[in-house]
Nanobody
Framework: QVQLVESGGGLVQAGGSLSLSCKVS????????MAWLRQAPGKEREFVAT????????FYTNSVKGRFTISRDHAMNVVYLQMNKLRPEDTAVYYC???????????????WGQGTQVTVSS
């Protein structure tokens, strides 16, 4: 069973940075596509970023391009989301997800973490 444990959320001022981590266990890390998705209060969950098993492919939603970076550490079995130039509209619960395909919809990812809150104050 794949298990995902996120960490690194918190409160930050607009323009600041945060780094999220997601520790993966239960399956060979390089066989999993990994993604970050988020859900703001009162809104549907939305895709943020994804990377394939070897980390050579990455894809971002337009609103975070140039500000967020997804990366993975194969020695530690961790996927990261480095978030820079944060905006109040980035406030959401951020979820780490894993699956076989680096897609952009929830159904691409059968495995999910518990979520971590990111709050950006103006």
């Amino acid at each position: 069973q794949v298990q995902l444990v996120e960490s690194g959320g918190g409160l930050v001022q607009a323009g600041g940075s945060l780094s999220l981590s997601c520790k993966v266990s239960g399956r060979t890390f390089s066989t999993l596509a990994m993604a970050w998705l988020r859900q703001a209060p009162g809104k549907e969950r939305e895709f943020v970023a994804t990377t394939n098993g070897n980390g050579r492919y990455t894809f971002y939603t337009n609103s975070v391009k140039g500000r967020f970076t997804i990366s993975r550490d194969h020695a530690m079995n961790v996927v990261y989301l480095q978030m820079n130039k944060l905006r109040p509209e980035d406030t959401a619960v951020y979820y780490c997800a894993a699956g076989s395909t680096a897609g952009i919809v929830d159904s691409d990812y059968p495995y999910w973490g518990q979520g971590t809150q990111v709050t950006v104050s103006s």
